[in-house]
């Protein structure tokens, strides 16, 4: 007889197919196993004009009403993507019971028709705007080209390609647009997931601009005490992922960061040792902190702590302060 998993997700054709690989992977590793995916249209979907901290961020947004259905009994799992999951609060009842391995964790430069990459280095920006949903992008846009217009563009990330080659406006709240766009910061790994990965005109090395904490990693949230769901998602569980996911989450637990908080936490693992490095900016860019160490792989969250206090001493609580919505 099939045992039944329900997991729910995002009605973004990136989260079902994100949702989708992870029922493929969980059925090959027990072929007992009825994967049912349940979809949600989420504040954050139904909203694609407003600013993500009236919802409450990322977390409010995209994850709260799906993880509501799990501690409610209702789904058996969700899906997340790890960079959408608050990294300064707990979810009583909750526990990641799986992460993939790693996408791509890099972020990526999409231009419209008639625009070169050189086009902005060499005006460092002047006379163009890029669109982009997050605060870190633009911060980071703005230190490698100071001039530019960072609008806030939302949408999922096919739609939001379509509106830069249509040279839509951004709706604002309460009326009002701006733009249009000459380019988008995206993360590589979501262009990849909707087949246009064809679009990307450059790829930002982690030096150029650090990653968000968790991005390219996908996440699965059950009950803690859901043992057999658990069991059942340890077959999928990547190690290096998870040790990934504990270091950069560690970072932003310590700083107790915030939505409007451009923050960033990568790390990479060559044998036994774990390299971690980490970042803190105002909205402009113009305060920024970073700080790398390396530290045994398999003590994901003392580095962790090691990293965030190192910011920490360096300054990051003011600027994290600074940016706090009143």
Known sequence: MAIPVRIGTRKSVMALAQTEDIARRLSAAASELDVQIVKFETIGDSDQISKLLPHGGKGGAFVQEIRGAVVAGKLD????????????????????????????????LVLREGVTLEDLR????????????????????????????????????????RKLDNREKQRLPGGGEVGPVDALIMARSGLERVGLIHRMA?????????????????????????????????????????????????????????????????????????????????????????????GSADRPRELGRAVAMELLDKGAAAIIERTRPE
Request: charged letters at 25%.
């Open 77 to 108: 799992a969700c899906m997340h993507s790890l960079k959408d999951m608050p990294g300064n609060e707990d979810t009583p009842g909750l526990v990641i019971g799986a992460t993939l391995s790693r996408d791509p964790p890099t972020d990526a």
């Open 122 to 161: 060499k005006s460092r920006g002047k006379g163009y705007s890029i669109g982009t949903n997050a605060v870190r992008r633009g911060a980071y846009a703005k230190r490698l080209f100071p001039e530019i217009e960072i609008i806030h563009f939302r949408g999922a990330a096919d739609s939001r390609v």
């Open 202 to 294: 450059h790829e930002f090395s982690p030096h150029e601009m650090l990653p968000s904490a968790g991005q390219g990693i996908v996440a699965v949230e059950c009950a803690v005490n859901d043992w057999q769901t658990r069991r059942y998602l340890s077959l999928i569980d990547d190690p290096v992922a998870r040790l990934s996911c504990d270091a950069e989450r560690e970072v932003l637990w310590v700083l107790n960061g915030h939505c409007n908080s451009p923050m960033a936490a990568f790390s990479t693992i060559n044998g036994s040792e774990m390299t971690l490095s980490a970042s803190v900016l105002d909205e402009e860019g113009g305060s920024f902190i970073e700080t790398t160490r390396t």
